[in-house]
């Protein structure tokens, strides 16, 4: 039998011996037995939640823990890329990997032919380059920091 057959014989078995006598008088054993028979109904819904539902769990799951783990690094790399501006190409495959792993979200999608896949690829693809940026925004700044001192050297030099 099924899991979820055999929940309900449960819960019919409960309601059979909720009918005894001397737990018909018992307030405590019938609000026990009330209460497993509610536990067992969720039961019965959580057994019999779709295949589709659990693997959308799974991606907004996957997802949305990758984006916090993620973006606990953003101030390490920018402290990287200013003590050192040629880790920069380093962070190239590190962006491509981040690719590669918001994919397999996608493909989860995919695979149920789900109409939303469109609009899930955009948002995906805007938070990606939303990181991209944020991590980046480093190197103007440093760039400028370091023109300015250039143009404090040359003033000072002029004088």
């Given at each position: ?21 001397q737990i ?8 026990y037995l ?105 190197i103007p ?19």
């Amino acid at each position: 039998l099924s899991a979820g057959r055999k929940i309900h014989q449960l819960v019919s078995a409960l309601t059979d011996v909720e009918r005894f006598h001397q737990i018909d008088v018992s307030l405590q054993t019938k609000q026990y037995l009330s209460d497993t028979r509610e536990h067992l109904q969720r039961m019965v819904k959580t057994v019999n939640v779709a295949e589709f539902a659990l693997n959308t769990l799974a991606v907004i799951s996957d997802a949305s823990y990758a984006w916090g783990v993620i973006g606990q690094h953003t101030a390490y790399l920018q402290e990287r890329i200013q003590r050192d501006p040629s880790s920069v190409r380093q962070l190239r495959c590190l962006f491509l990997k981040l690719k590669s792993i918001l994919e397999m979200p996608l493909l989860r999608i995919s695979q149920h032919q789900s109409p939303d896949m469109y609009s899930v690829t955009e948002y995906y693809s805007s938070e990606l380059v939303a990181y991209v940026r944020g991590v980046l925004e480093v190197i103007p700044v440093s760039m400028f920091e370091i023109l300015n001192r250039i143009i404090t050297v040359q003033t000072s030099q002029l004088k």
